[in-house]
């Protein structure tokens, strides 16, 4: 059976771009796994995430790639143009910050664990010791891993090993109430200086 590659991705309030992705495996097509995923991502941002992420923070879509067995690399793609926006009242946190969805599977290894980053959610969901609140996190995590389980009966979610082009069956998911940081640049924010003479 292939191994697929998801994607779900958006534009951040400054502009830069956020993606987020998880792997499956199926004996469906590319087309059929693709509508499950999109199926997921609106299924999960509609009915829980927008209404915890600012006005600002949006989802527009979606791809899907099926990957060659031999190399890993795609072979075939499907977009999707979705239209998820938040709907929060509270404040924007640095586009830095992340929601980490652990992927888990039965492998008790580092190879056994998978991370999705998310964009955070408004202010209005942070505690004053800076974490996220736990029953939002609670929440977070029912919505996704039900919202899995539906997709689960199209592609079975692995986290993929690149080295062996396996895949290791997500029994799982966890959110943490520790904002996550997603390790990329901005590279499409323009920064703006101050500069001080010394």
Known sequence: MPYFRHRVTGPNPGGDVWVSTMHSNSANTLAAVHTAWTAFINTFFNGTYNALMPNEQSA??????????????????????????????????????????????????RAGRGRMYLPPPDAGHFTANGQFDGAM???????????????????????????????????????GVIPGTQRRRTNKDLNTYTSTNI
């Open 60 to 109: 527009t879509g979606t791809v899907t790639d099926q990957l060659d067995p031999l190399t890993g690399k795609n072979t075939a793609q499907a977009n999707s143009v979705i239209a998820q926006v938040g709907t929060g009242a509270g404040g924007t946190v640095s586009q830095r910050t992340s929601l980490v969805v652990s992927l888990v599977t039965a492998l008790p290894t």
């Open 137 to 175: 996190a609670a929440t977070i995590s029912a919505a996704f891993g039900a919202a899995l389980t539906t997709f689960k009966a199209t592609a079975q979610p692995v986290v993929f090993h690149r080295n062996t082009l396996t895949g290791t069956n997500i029994t799982a998911v966890k959110i």
